[in-house]
């Protein structure tokens, strides 16, 4: 039987003017715009992460995305990718890549990053205008809070009747590991999103695939702009200051055409069904009967701002979204002393810098 020494009862306590939880894109972008300001890593601020290393959410990326496939890494403030790159890089996984980028950042920088640490609440107590985070057996109080938690541990997949009765696989595109492993089987893959196409394109290498989405797919031919960009991140900021949802940056940019997915294209796969109405044990039904036979449902169904431990500050409006103010739109309009950043406008790695700069200084002045 485990004995519980009283020192791991002991429950211990920081005191920092900025915690920073979350260690990927946004989180390491507001971590340098703090260091660059002048506060101390671990004394003055505080960055916590729950992964075991470095490198956010890219280190757990499935093997086949490489620097060739994946859609864009941007650099972080003050130090460029391209130093941490090996020379013919374009096939290196993207989960080996970013973690190493990402690991030299926080060395040289000094960021001293504590991991793994998970928060499982925040709350606002005892009166004396800090926050407390819960991690463990460690409390955390902070004048002030830049959540960077990013989505990647709020997997979605919408609900279907008859989905707690199919006898074969379902997994999330966190899931995906390889496409060999479907080898022989059908595969009905769910989404219209970037993710989803990639992996189609790739299990339809190995074997049958059906593709379904929730609206018409929209490709474009012209290249991504700046201006596209910036319409995008309008439409998302705009909700967000409303206090809506963010909505899907692919609704308003589209999918863009690239040589693989025109080779999909010639080989039929991008043949594309509205989705189906219910789920049955050996497949997928449609309202009008139609019917196919299904061994694996794959939801390429995107992800959920992770924010399940900030519950307790009420920040959620009636509708489910966050009514955001300040700069850039990461200031939550019911605390000022709580920015969220790869929240909305700021999800993308481009996004995530140039928030990472407003809300530090945005927070710090509030801060005083």
């Given at each position: 039987m485990d004995v519980v020494t009283s020192a791991q009862r002991e429950v211990r306590t920081s005191d920092v003017d900025v915690l920073v939880i979350g260690a990927g894109q946004a989180g390491l972008s507001a971590a340098y715009y703090l260091h660059k300001a002048g506060l101390q890593a671990g004394s003055d601020f505080l960055v916590i992460d729950r992964s075991p290393a470095p490198g956010g959410a890219w280190q757990f990326r499935w093997?086949?995305?490489?620097?060739?496939?994946?859609?864009?890494?941007?650099?972080?403030?003050?130090?460029s990718f391209a130093e941490t790159l090996p020379a013919n890089s374009a096939e290196v996984k993207a989960s080996d890549?970013?973690?190493?980028?990402?690991?030299?950042?926080?060395?040289?920088?000094?960021?001293n990053v504590r991991r793994p640490v998970t928060v499982t609440v925040v709350c606002d107590r005892d009166g004396d205008g800090r926050l407390r985070?819960?991690?463990?057996?460690?409390?955390?109080?902070?004048?002030?809070?830049?959540?960077a938690t990013g989505t990647w541990e709020h997997p979605?997949?919408?609900?279907?009747?008859?989905?707690?009765?199919?006898?074969?696989?379902?997994l999330h595109t966190k899931d995906y590991?390889?496409?060999?492993e479907f080898a022989g089987k059908h595969v009905v893959v769910v989404g219209g999103g970037i993710s989803a196409v990639q992996l189609l394109d790739e299990i339809s290498l190995v074997t049958s695939t059906t593709w379904v989405t929730r609206s018409e797919p929209r490709f474009r031919d012209e290249p991504f702009t700046p201006e596209l960009g910036r319409r995008a991140v309008a439409i998302v900021e705009d909700r967000v200051r409303r206090g809506l949802p963010p909505g899907s940056v692919v609704s308003v940019t589209g999918?863009?055409?690239?040589p693989t997915l025109r080779a999909a294209q010639k080989r039929g796969v991008l043949q594309r069904l509205p989705i189906f109405s219910t789920i049955e044990p050996d497949g997928v039904r449609w309202a009008d009967g139609r019917f196919v036979a299904a061994d694996v449902i794959l939801w390429c169904t995107g992800f959920r701002s992770?924010?399940?431990?900030?519950?307790?500050?009420?920040?959620?409006?009636?509708?489910g979204g966050i009514k955001m103010t300040g700069r850039l739109a990461t200031q939550t309009a019911a605390d000022p002393r709580i920015h969220l950043i790869g929240y909305g406008p700021s999800a993308s790695t481009i996004g995530a810098n140039?928030?990472?700069r407003a809300a530090v200084k945005e927070l710090l002045a509030t801060l005083g």
């Open positions: 093997p086949s995305l490489t620097l060739t496939t994946v859609n864009g890494v941007s650099d972080l403030p003050g130090m890549a970013v973690p190493r980028y990402y690991r030299a950042y926080e060395e040289r920088f000094a960021l985070a819960e991690a463990g057996n460690r409390t955390i109080a902070t004048r002030g809070l830049i959540n979605f997949v919408p609900h279907y009747p008859g989905a707690e009765l199919f006898t074969g696989r379902q590991a390889s496409a060999a999918l863009p055409w690239t992770a924010l399940d431990h900030l519950a307790p500050l009420r920040l959620r409006g009636p509708g140039r928030a990472g």
